[in-house]
């Protein structure tokens, strides 16, 4: 085995994660109120706290695709945002190669604008000169197969279905090298066709040394990219290993 | 071997938690586990093996050197940014840009028909309109800067939660489409003065250092305002009021010699040295022959210096301070 090519990328020690919500609703929204809370520096009645995260450790390497499986509520969307950097850990810790990159369904561009104006702002938001930006652009929009009907691309954002525009944020993304990436949920919303070529492109960002992250749902899309897998069950990890071995256990458990 | 051999939990959790519901699974991973640990520079703790590998935990702040320059090679998303939000604003109305300029010039109607016709409060001033006029249009440059600037963070938190760029970059691109804006409404003001029968002088040119002071200083305002309205977004119900006696106390609607009818001593110097107030002024001086000024142009000229130095650099190192922080919890 050649151990010594092995690099992690990505180390969670005893990583728990704690996050606070803020509930709307009660009366809480005058003027009034939010200025008496603020004088007074009372403690928000409405700030509620949930351990999503209980001690998971891993290390994940180069070059693997780890896919997350677990029920709705297991902290697997929580754990990827803590591996980005954009929740703080409670208690232990997460260590990163370079800078992790997000990339979920919810990841809002400016939906105003037509398509191909987002691909720039989101190219040059990724930190590409605006000559990169000009030699990529057609090629991300030709990805995202969203003229495949017609010239959407110059059409608004907030016009797009949601599987278009979950298509051209995940064009956008993976037209980056990103040392660490993680994706949630954003194949499973596109269509057949285009899940096909995304999940080619998540073997070549691999393939570039990577290391990609993957929260689905769909059983398919994790057995196609990933051959790691970690089973996450309320905060804890319950299993983690080759993606055949998980995927069996976890099919027991959620027909059990 | 070719797959790579997974990493199973860390003894010392299971040990910690022994009530884990995970017993069948565990024992089938076991041996595993133990390849794994082998095969990671055997027997190092997860702190040392991430440390040895050069990862870092994330959430390190750069210097302000290093900060400054990752936000000059983001200029080129800060011009784009600025300007989609200036198309996308106003995309859906029937006039579009043309608000751009009627916005200011209701506002300054508005103020004109209650305080100059109804309240005659310019106790005889020989050119109200045109007084009043630059207060309201440079009151509403920072206005709308403040207003703007708390919701940079807040408002666009999908983009921050999906791409790695400095923070900066929003309220920086913020800051610009304000400056934009008001540099047309500048111009919409100088028809109005030139309008009601000024002169057009060569101290009219005083204009572009004024319009740069105030920039930084608005600058670093929405900067600061940024930070603060993401850690506190309950002073978006305080900002209304706030702003608006801000407005009264900076002598827009009412001739600015009435402060010192009424106070004397520290509590008129006090007055005097709001910014805001200086600002304006600097703006009437340059537009308008003979305003009545507070203070000498001398002393208004240091302390808006001072002021934009203060605020601008001010902000921009409180807001960098909390750069890791934006988009977290």
């Known amino acids: ?256 | 071997m070719l797959l790579p051999v997974s990493f199973y939990q860390e003894p010392e959790h299971q040990a910690s938690d022994p009530a884990a519901p995970e017993g069948p699974t565990r024992s089938e991973h076991h041996p595993m586990t133990e390849t794994a640990v082998a095969s990671a520079d055997a027997g190092l703790s997860l702190k040392e093996l991430a440390r040895r590998n050069g990862l870092s935990a994330s959430g390190r702040l750069p210097s302000l050197p290093e900060y400054t320059r990752q936000l000059w090679a983001y200029r080129h998303f800060i011009g784009a940014h600025a300007s989609a939000k200036m198309t996308s604003a106003l995309g859906n109305t029937k006039l579009g840009a043309v608000w751009q300029v009627l916005t200011p010039i209701i506002n300054a109607a508005v103020y004109y028909v209650i305080f100059g016709v109804v309240l005659k409060a310019h106790g005889n001033m020989p050119n109200f309109i045109a007084y009043l006029c630059v207060g309201v249009f440079v009151f509403q440059f920072t206005q709308s800067v403040v207003q703007t600037g708390q919701n940079t963070i807040v408002g666009n938190l999908g983009l921050i939660r999906a791409l790695h760029f400095p923070r900066a970059s929003l309220p920086l691109s913020a800051a610009l489409v304000e400056i934009r804006n008001f540099v047309v409404a500048l111009v919409v003001l100088m028809g109005i003065v030139l309008v009601t029968g000024e002169p057009l002088t060569l101290e009219w040119l005083l204009v572009l250092p004024a319009l740069l002071l105030q920039s930084v200083f608005n600058t670093g305002l929405g900067l600061f305002m940024a930070r603060y309205g993401a850690k506190n977004r309950d002073i978006r119900q305080l900002i209304p009021f706030i702003m608006r006696f801000w407005l009264y106390g900076s002598a827009v609607l009412y001739p600015v010699t009435k402060f010192a009818d009424v106070l004397s001593g520290w509590q008129l110097q006090v007055v005097e040295a709001n910014p805001m107030l200086v600002f304006i002024e600097l703006m009437r001086h340059a537009l308008i022959e003979g305003a009545p000024l507070a203070n000498s142009p001398t002393v208004l000229w240091i302390q808006a210096a001072i002021w934009a130095l203060t605020v601008g650099v001010g902000g921009y190192v409180y807001f960098w301070r909390g750069e890791k922080g934006y988009g977290r919890g």
């Open chain 1, 1 to 256: 085995m050649a151990d010594s090519e092995r690099i992690p990328t990505v180390v969670a020690d005893d990583a728990h994660i704690i996050y606070k919500i803020h509930q709307a609703g009660s009366a809480s929204s005058s003027p009034l109120a939010s200025f008496k809370r603020l004088t007074t520096r009372s403690k928000n009645a409405n700030i509620r706290e949930v351990h999503a995260v209980k001690g998971v450790s891993f290390v994940a390497y180069k070059g693997e695709a780890i896919g997350l499986i677990g029920t709705n509520g297991s902290g697997k969307s929580t754990l990827l945002r803590a591996v980005a950097g954009l929740l703080p850990v409670s208690r232990g810790a997460i260590y990163a190669a370079g800078q992790p990159s997000l990339l979920g369904v919810n990841a809002a561009l400016m939906n105003e604008l037509p398509g191909d104006r987002n691909v720039e702002l989101g190219c040059l938001a990724m930190g590409m000169t605006p000559a990169e930006v000009k030699a990529r652009k057609d090629d991300i929009i030709e990805f995202s197969g969203i003229n495949d009907k017609g010239d959407f691309s110059s059409l608004p954002m907030r016009t797009y279905s949601s599987g278009m525009s979950a298509r051209l944020r995940f064009s956008i993304a993976a037209a980056k090298k990103h040392d660490v990436l993680l994706i949630d949920e954003a194949l499973a919303t596109g269509d057949a066709k285009f899940r096909k070529r995304s999940e080619q492109r998540v073997r070549e960002l691999r393939a570039e040394a990577g290391t990609v992250f993957l929260v689905s749902h769909s059983e398919q899309s994790i057995r196609d990219t990933c051959e790691r897998c970690i089973w996450l069950e309320a905060g804890e990890i319950r299993a983690d290993g080759p993606t055949g071995d998980v995927m069996k256990e976890y099919e027991a458990f959620s027909r059990r």
